[in-house]
């Protein structure tokens, strides 16, 4: 299953100084989407991609049925919720 | 020619992450990890597997293998679709880390690059130890579940073959001293650059090892294998010299697209020629060039193909220029075929400041017409691509998507100088 979304969401997330050198130290702990809350199990990615001029920052991360995939805008603050997976296969070939 | 073995040390790094696609896919998403997965280019049972992961190859399952075949082999294969700004972010990750190393990185393609120490030569540098830290940092900055295939030699060839011998997580040194030994347990085609034809070549010339192909000489392949330059080439590369480090100049700019279920009529061809000339033209521009040459191409049923290449009499510069100038080269295409693949190149490239005044246009009038273009393309810049576009590009989202080209390198330039964030 994957599904593509586009919605704002809760997140706790904390932006430590306690990280490796060259690392954000930025820690997703919980997601709230659709009234529910998901606690964080595990981080998979933090990459970024430019959309126009703005930056975003992508967070991949899971817990322990469901990935996220979050969505930081460096401009406007926002998180957004762009994509929901687990690791089945989506595709019926 | 009679050449010794060279002696160098080997001060050349070669660096490739394993099943790439696949592996950061892994990173990504903790769910997939130790499980057969498969990025595919396109999702339907054609569809091609471009990176198998690590789990997925001990089921048999090889890259450029269909979504069908990969099942077949492994039911439980999971398919993604590749995800090119991640790819391309990992990519920017990994070069910056290398760069810390040396000043000379030279990217291979989107999961390969090559470090050249030579200019440390004598320092008594360490390459082994880099080699294990740059693994220790990929997992570390990048994610824990990266691996890396670490190659070393004396010339890149060597490195690369190197990286290839213990997969995956290798790291491996070839000097003159065991360079022998290594090549006794390597087939023809191990070689990078060896495929069953040349491999089919050197067994009709009696060479039918890696052995027999270092101790042939140059002359004798030159005769009966190769019968050009490239024979010259094998035998210094074997031997450890250095004869690749060729950089190629940017001769032209081009895009292609796989047509789902084909198209043959002009409504349905004109949207996607329109897109794939856009994106080309983009590239041409952020290069400040214009074009001279069009080329396209079109794969048809039963793997019928059509090309034709066209220079203009003044030079391109905007899609329309563009668009207008490939069309005069399409309209002699064979008529009421499905087209199922097309692709477009602009070739003969010079800087766009050179224009040639018109004789019987408004010039004045173009050259609005181009500074228009480069507002649009600033707008697309800044606000995202396609914000601007033309009414021929109307839902044509799901058309041509972003895909990295495999193994290409003048795509990674244009995420240098203006994707690096």
Known sequence: MLQKLDERVDVIAIFTKEAPMRQSGTKIYRVRWKSREYNVTSFGLHHLERRGSIIHHVFSVSTKTLKFTLVFNSKTLVWMLEEVSDATPYLSC | ?421
């Open chain 2, 1 to 421: 020619m009679q050449l010794p073995i060279s002696r160098a040390e080997p001060y050349i790094m070669h660096i490739d992450l394993n099943s790439c696609f696949a592996t950061i896919e892994q990173c990504a998403n903790p769910l997939l990890r130790g499980k057969p997965i498969g990025v595919a280019a396109y999702a339907s049972p054609r569809g091609c597997i471009v990176a198998p992961s690590i789990e997925a190859k001990k089921y048999g399952v090889k890259t450029g293998m269909t979504i069908r075949d990969g099942l077949a082999l492994c039911p439980k294969l999971i398919i993604r679709l590749p995800d090119p700004p991640k790819y391309r972010d990992v990519h920017l990750r990994f070069k910056k880390i290398f760069t810390e190393y040396s000043d000379t990185v030279i990217p291979k393609s989107i999961d390969e690059a090559i470090i050249d120490f030579s200019a440390m030569a004598g320092t008594g540098i360490d390459l082994v130890k880099i080699g294990y830290e740059i693994k220790r940092r990929l997992k570390e900055e990048i994610s824990e579940w990266m691996t890396c295939n670490v190659g070393i030699g004396p010339n890149r060839f060597l490195a690369k073959t190197a990286a290839s011998l213990h997969k995956p997580d290798g790291l491996d040194v070839i000097t003159y001293k065991n360079l022998e030994e290594v090549y006794s347990k390597l087939a023809l085609t191990d070689l990078c650059g060896i495929n069953k034809r040349y491999e089919y070549r050197l067994n009709v010339a009696r060479i039918f090892n890696t052995t027999q192909f270092l101790k042939a000489d140059a002359d004798y392949l030159k005769q009966f294998v190769f019968q050009s330059v490239h024979a010259d080439y094998w035998y210094k590369r074997l031997r450890g010299y250095e004869i690749d480090d060729v950089n190629f100049a940017t001769k032209s700019f081009g895009q292609m697209y796989s047509i789902k279920g084909g198209a043959s009529t002009v409504e349905e061809l004109e949207p996607v020629l329109y897109k794939l000339i856009e994106k080309a033209g983009r590239r041409l521009r952020r290069h400040g060039s214009v074009a001279h040459g069009i080329h396209i191409f079109t794969l048809c049923k039963d793997g019928y193909f059509w090309h034709q290449q066209r220079l203009q009499d003044v030079e391109m510069y905007t899609t329309l220029e563009l668009y207008k100038g490939m069309w005069r080269v399409f309209s002699k295409r064979p008529q009421n075929e499905k087209i199922f693949k097309i692709g477009v190149s602009f070739y003969d490239l010079e800087p766009k400041e050179f224009v040639q005044a018109r004789l019987f246009e408004d010039t004045d009038n173009f050259l609005r017409l181009r500074t228009l273009s480069d507002t649009v393309d600033k707008i697309n810049d800044e606000w995202g691509e396609f914000v601007v576009r033309t009414g021929k590009m109307l839902n044509t989202e799901d058309l041509v998507v972003d895909r990295i080209s495999f193994g290409g390198v003048k795509e990674l330039e244009d995420l240098y100088l203006y994707n690096q964030i």
